[in-house]
């Protein structure tokens, strides 16, 4: 019986067209190149980061989010970020008695950024927060000590194989794909995808009647 629910972010929870349209506005480059390439090496199983080292192979990136955030253009999320079943499907897991994270391969701005949003979670944690990224192992380490409850009783739920679905059912987690963004819809109907998901959703207020059930 699933008791903890934990969400990835970038297209589970946030829409990431405001990311990556903020970084090619900064690179002086069309929205669409760079969207393109972010699905190129992402679909190639590359880090979505290398889109960027694509374009300027010179480029520190760390050093260009500071530039960045001293010009005031660092990171930025408000509420037109949230896909809109967001709020809804996160009380009403909360309200069938579920404990609701967040932990994605994000900033610690980021993270800041979304706390301050004040979504309906028990805790939102980031993969700069913490030191360690997805699909590390370590990562899904961390997910079960903020679940607070073993394996088999918690679900994580993302949009990409790779970061999300493998490394989570390999560390023992249900598993439950969402199928929205580029990579949800790209993967939400692989069969190798689906053999390795106990769940595929089309929006979060799917889950707590399918939890229930499980």
């Known amino acids: 019986m699933v008791k903890t ?28 190149t760079l969207s393109a390439l972010v699905g190129a090496v992402t679909a190639l199983g590359m880090d979505n980061a290398e889109a960027i080292r694509l ?24 509420e037109t970020d949230l896909y809109p079943d967001v709020r ?31 979504i309906p979670a028990d805790v939102i944690v980031t993969s700069e ?22 394996a088999h009783e918690t679900v994580y739920v993302g949009d990409h194989p790779a970061n999300d679905i493998l490394p989570a059912k390999l560390y023992g987690l249900r598993t439950c794909i969402i199928r929205r963004g580029p990579w949800g819809h790209l993967w939400g109907n692989d069969a190798a995808t ?11 207020t799917e889950l707590p009647s399918l939890l229930s059930e499980s």
């Open 129 to 150: 927060e913490w030191g360690v990224a997805k699909p590390d192992p370590e990562f899904f380490g961390k997910v079960l000590q903020l679940a607070k409850t073993p």
């Open 55 to 78: 374009l300027r192979p010179d480029i520190d990136p760390r050093a260009l989010r500071q530039a960045r955030e001293e010009a005031g253009q660092g990171e930025y999320l408000d």
């Open 5 to 32: 629910v934990v969400f990835d972010i970038g297209e589970t929870l946030v829409r990431d067209d405001r990311y990556w349209g903020s970084w090619a506005d900064w690179l002086n480059i069309p929205r669409h």
């Open 194 to 204: 689906l053999s390795s998901v106990d769940w595929r959703i089309d929006s979060i």
């Open 88 to 118: 809804t499907g996160l009380q009403a897991l909360r309200d069938t008695g579920f404990r609701v994270c967040v932990a994605g391969n994000q900033t610690r701005k980021a993270g800041d950024l979304l706390r301050g949003l004040s």
